[in-house]
């Protein structure tokens, strides 16, 4: 995905094409210390679904969100959309939708695979968490730019924000829950935003509730995951 500005360039002549210099990040330490630091902090993160109703600073909500709109996107179009909600009433609009939409899926969408494999999670159709949770983020895909331009590898593009967005929070602290209700379009109705703006992802965001517990789950194994090709070259001794 060809994202901000397809690749750097030297210093020479770099403001007058239109490049300035990368503000580059230095963590202070080795890469392999400061990844696995990170790597501590995200190990912990678990969806959450019981949370406290403890208030979470609008700044932080708003820091967090910045955090994800730093996010790489198809020609720097950054084509989303973040809509924080902490009202009390349209919170409960938003459940009772949800709820709804829930409910025609555990007793009729849903094949008898797929609510097997929901059964280890404890789910089902009741969502107090998006009432209990002090804030909603909302995030929608935007088809096309405000000003009707062209947008490129939107899933892509907002997929990678989302993610941004669940490590910020976790990283401040703040327990987080991905909801895909389907259909999602109640969102845009209930929030009344334009056509253009197609509901992408619920987070709920909050402190976890006293006593919180998650499903006991085991993540894959490294191995699992990763396939290394470093070829014939030390990388450790760089």
């Keep these: ?13 770099a403001a007058a ?13 080795a890469p392999e210390e400061a990844a696995a630091r990170f790597y501590e902090i995200m190990r912990r993160r678990r ?3 019981d949370f406290s109703d403890r208030p979470v600073p609008e ?21 989303w959309r973040f809509v924080a909600v902490g009202d009390r009433a349209m919170k409960r609009r938003i459940r009772e939708a949800a709820e709804a939409e829930e409910r025609a899926f555990y007793d ?11 059964a280890p999670l404890g ?10 949770a002090p804030w909603l983020i909302v995030v929608f895909a935007l088809r096309q730019t405000d000003d009707g331009g062209q947008v490129y590898y939107l899933n892509e593009s907002v997929g990678i924000a989302c993610g941004m967005l669940l490590a910020a929070c976790h990283h401040a602290g703040l327990a ?15 929030l009344e935003r334009p ?23 085991e993540r894959k194994a490294l191995d699992e995951v990763l396939v290394m090709r470093a070829g014939t070259t030390d990388q450790n001794s760089r």
Excluded at 1 to 9: C, I, K, L, P, V
Excluded at 62 to 77: E, N, Y
Excluded at 179 to 187: D, I, R
Excluded at 196 to 206: A, D, F, K, N, T
Aim: charged share 20%.
């Design 123 to 132: 789910t089902n159709a009741d969502k107090a968490y998006l009432e209990t």
């Design 176 to 190: 987080t829950l991905t909801h895909t209700p389907s259909p999602m379009g109640f969102l845009k109705d209930v």
């Design 17 to 29: 094409s239109g490049f300035v210099p990368l503000e580059r990040y230095d963590p202070g330490t």
């Design 195 to 217: 056509d253009h703006e197609r509901p992408y992802l619920l987070v709920p965001v909050g402190y976890p509730a006293a006593g919180c517990t998650v499903p006991k789950l």
């Design 108 to 118: 009729r969408r849903a094949s008898e695979r797929w609510l097997q494999d929901l």
């Design 59 to 79: 700044a932080a909500i708003r820091s967090v969100v910045a955090a994800a709109a730093t996010a790489p996107s198809g020609a720097h179009k950054q084509p």
């Design 47 to 49: 969806t959450v679904r």
């Design 1 to 13: 995905m060809a994202n901000e500005t397809g690749g750097g360039r030297g210093a020479d002549g």
